[in-house]
Nanobody, 123 residues
């Protein structure tokens, strides 16, 4: 079992930046695909970004393209989500997920999930 821990959330004004981190609490996940998802109050969970095991292939939701960057440092066993030019509509709980089979924009393909970190963007 891979336990994932997200960090880096917080309150930021519109136009600001945050960097989220996702780290497994025990075993390494350098061979896993990793995705970031978010869920705003009253809304369904939605895909944000994903990265393959090497960091060489990435994918983004249209709503965050050009503003968010997903990356990973397997030496540090961490996946990052750099969020720039934040908007109030980016406010949500952000979750990272990992799966040994690869990366995807579909949340039902991920086996392991973190507890989430709150991101709030004020207008």
């Amino acid at each position: 079992q891979v336990q994932l821990v997200e960090s880096g959330g917080g309150l930021v004004p519109a136009g600001g930046s945050l960097r989220l981190s996702c780290t497994p609490s025990e075993r390494p996940f350098s061979s896993y695909g990793v995705g970031w998802f978010r869920q705003a109050p009253g809304k369904e969970r939605e895909f944000v970004a994903s990265v393959d095991y090497s960091g060489g292939s990435v994918d983004y939701a249209d709503s965050v393209k050009g503003r968010f960057t997903i990356s990973r440092d397997n030496a540090k066993n961490t996946v990052y989500l750099q969020m720039d030019s934040l908007k109030p509509e980016d406010t949500a709980v952000y979750y990272c997920a990992a799966d040994p089979r690869g990366y995807s924009g579909a949340d039902n393909l991920y086996l392991h999930w973190g507890q989430g970190t709150q991101v709030t963007v004020s207008s």
